[in-house]
DNA sequence: GATAAAATGACGCAGATG
DNA sequence: CATCTGCGTCATTTTATC
């Protein structure tokens, strides 16, 4: 916490998205809306995150940042800025207004924005510095502030206005000041963040010290700060008693104009919520449907960050105790993801579900209505988290996550893959038509399209030299969207390759090659594995709690997704007992495991209806127990394209769901021996 | 030429989304 | 309301291998 918090007051915002752009931590949208749907202390957290991402993975970065705060760092860094704004916004006048282009839909490419894997390879400290050649000249000292001001995007009258009242010799209480009005505008515009000058680091950690973990700034801090005439409100409900971020959250829910009595009201009943779930008795195990409908529920949206809702949201959201339906998130982030910008802080286990042993359960999102209902209610009624790995890799993938792991302090796997088809792969951008505008592919399956239907394409679109009539493009396009084609020579359409799908879904190249394995089968063993970095991302809190390693539990492993995320996360694998149905499967996992030197254990079988409670026991016995216990049971019954037999999680092999309850249910009764 | 493996195309619809 | 999506199955045909 307090390294996060020296790193955010040494790195300015625009440090870190350039930072960010540079490193191939994609745009951050995130940091930008924040700014801009925000007050200036969420917007820190917003950082905060960013900061820690960067701090944890990449050496690199966290010389960049001794770098930044050694003696001259404030000064390199204000230099760096200056570089990198004019670079970026050619004529000045840009900056002021405009967004950057990063802060745009995902569909929108980033011109200069580096993705490929050598991103991260690099930074010397020339990265930083060595852009400093259109840095500050000779400037006098004051109107040099001024428009240093003016150049992080705040108002020229704003910034005279502050500086009339507080005079120039502080620039830290400037800005803040500065900040506190902008984030008090009831109109908010784009902005950008400076770093606050570094002469007095020694002061600023020590009036760090005494804030709680929660709050960014104290309440005194911001009582202090809100002086001007147009957040009487904030300051009224802070002087009331109320927690900063309780007040902030019932603002903008409600509206600037919304009356005091109206926020009491909003926070006071947000309180209640709070209150209630911590003094809920344990005996009480709540349904997960009693769950949705309970004030946990709003509880529950009340720990959002950054997600707008609008005041018809929020009374679909009461009135959805009529509805059975599980409804999934909008857009499909889960409990947050590294690339967008709301995020949930906090959620609450039911104690049943409690680790450890930790468990992490998958499949996919768009099962039949009532699927994920009856899953949950297995699952000791943890409520699920649907995830599309869109918003980690370049495909999409709609899955629902059912675990007890902590999900604070997430962290993804570096470098964050490409999130457009054009960043994953380049050459395709030369033959993509004009017109066909997609820029993710679709959810990755066992099948491809074959190569008579993009025969019939070439020779559907090869007949014009100008762009083909409406419905020949609309044809391609269904064809191209249905089939994940990409575009790989004039008029030329074709699947991706296995070695693609394989770096797409987060595995090594060549992880399902060879060994006697068919190309039809490699891509069905990809079709049904786990997104990696998704996977990753979630599993990311291990790693702190485990620095010994983990034992692992896989069941459904097929190509061993969860022990590639965990490899990959630096989490050592001490023994790993691996079910999997399929041989070339675990042959596949097996041969991963030796190539990658492992130093733990790899035992593996073939069906989870094997394993009863002897054989877990005697396992069990053997090396004390399991920290994980992951699987994402069999969703051929589950799944949209399944038009023989969706059965739901009755059907044949969906029905191995209860097998994966069974099997956990058993080592969590088992674990108490062994703790 | 027998056998095995790979490729092909026909097979809708529930439910999310806007 | 129209539009879009989807860890799939199966019988049949084509191609590779011995």
């Not at 990265?127 to 050649?133: D, H, I, L, N, R």
């Not at 709050?215 to 300051?235: G, H, P, Y």
């Not at 947000?270 to 349904?287: G, H, M, S």
């Not at 009461?318 to 949930?344: K, R």
């Amino acid at each position: 916490m307090k390294e996060m918090r020296e790193a955010e007051s040494c790195f300015d915002d625009f440090v870190l998205l350039v930072l960010c752009r540079d490193h191939g931590i994609p745009p951050l949208k995130s940091i930008v809306s924040e700014a801009e749907e925000m007050g200036s202390e969420r917007y820190s957290k917003a950082s905060t995150l960013i900061v820690c991402v960067i701090l944890r993975f990449t050496e690199t970065i966290q010389k960049l940042f001794q770098l930044t705060t050694s003696g001259s760092g404030s000064s390199k860094i204000s230099e760096f800025c200056k570089a990198e704004r004019l670079k970026m916004g050619g004529d000045d006048s840009g900056m002021e207004s405009d967004n950057f282009d990063w802060n745009t839909e995902d569909e929108l490419e980033i011109e200069n924005y580096q993705s490929s894997s050598s991103c991260l390879t690099v930074p010397n400290g020339d990265a930083v510095t060595g852009s400093g050649e259109a840095s500050s000249s000779a400037v006098s000292a004051n109107s040099k502030l001024f428009s240093h001001f003016i150049g992080m995007g705040f108002s020229r009258e704003m910034v005279s206005k502050v500086i009339q009242e507080y005079g120039e010799v502080n620039e830290d209480k400037l800005l803040e000041e500065l900040l506190t009005y902008k984030a008090l505008e009831s109109s908010p515009q784009p902005q950008l963040q400076i770093e606050p000058d570094h002469g007095s680091s020694a002061n600023a950690g020590s009036s760090w010290d005494d804030l709680s973990d929660t709050d960014i700034f104290s309440d005194d801090e911001v009582i202090a700060k809100t002086s001007s005439e147009n957040n009487d409100t904030l300051r009224t409900l802070m002087k009331m008693g109320y927690q900063q971020e309780e007040a902030l959250i019932a603002i903008e829910r409600l509206g600037q104009n919304s009356s005091l009595e109206e926020l009491v009201d909003f926070i006071g009943v947000a309180q209640l919520a709070k209150a209630e779930d911590a003094l809920l008795p344990p005996e009480e195990k709540l349904r997960y449907n009693d769950y949705a409908k309970s004030n946990k529920r709003r509880f529950y949206d009340y720990e959002v960050l950054g997600r707008k809702k609008s005041k018809g949201c929020e009374k679909k959201v009461v009135n959805e105790d009529d509805e059975e339906a599980l409804h999934l998130p909008n857009p499909m982030i889960g409990f947050g993801v590294p690339t967008e910008s709301s995020f949930i802080t906090r959620r609450r286990i039911p104690e049943d579900a409690i680790g450890p042993p930790y468990f992490y359960y998958e499949n996919v999102a768009l099962a039949p209505k009532g699927v994920w209902q009856t899953i949950s209610r297995f699952l000791y009624d943890v409520e699920p988290e649907f995830v599309d790995s869109k918003f980690f890799c370049a495909a999409a993938r709609k899955r629902g996550y059912i675990h007890n792991l902590p999900i604070e302090n997430r962290f993804p796997l570096l470098p964050l893959p490409p999130r457009t088809i054009h960043e994953a792969f380049p050459l395709t951008r030369k033959w993509w038509p004009s017109w066909d505008t997609r820029t993710k592919l679709n959810c990755l399956q066992t099948c491809i399209g074959s190569a008579k239907l993009t025969e019939r394409i070439r020779k559907a679109v090869e007949n014009y030299d100008e762009n083909p009539p409406e419905h020949v493009q609309k044809y391609v396009l269904d064809q191209c969207r249905k089939w994940n084609l990409v575009w790989v020579g004039r008029n030329k359409v074709a699947p991706l390759e296995p070695d693609e799908v394989e770096t797409l879904l987060g595995f090594p190249r060549n992880h399902t090659r060879g060994g006697g394995i068919s190309r039809t089968d490699r891509y069905k063993s990809l079709g049904n594995s786990f997104q990696v970095d998704t996977v990753a991302y979630h599993l990311s809190v291990l790693k702190e709690m485990y620095p010994k390693g983990i034992n692992l539990l896989s069941l459904f492993s097929g190509i061993g997704g969860a022990e590639v995320a965990l490899h990959r996360l630096g989490i050592p694998l001490k023994n790993v007992v691996s079910v999997e149905k399929s041989e070339v499967n675990r042959n596949i996992v097996r041969s991963w495991w030796e190539q990658t030197n492992q130093k733990g254990h790899l035992y593996d079988m073939d069906d989870v209806r094997e394993l009863d409670g002897d054989r877990l026991e005697q396992l069990m016995s053997t090396f004390g127990g399991f920290d994980l216990i992951v699987g994402g049971s069999p969703c051929n019954n589950l799944a949209g394209s399944n038009r023989v037999s969706r059965d739901g999680l009755e059907g044949k092999e969906s029905s191995l769901f209860f097998d994966y309850f069974r099997i956990l249910d058993l080592v969590k009764n088992l674990s108490a021996k062994y703790r």
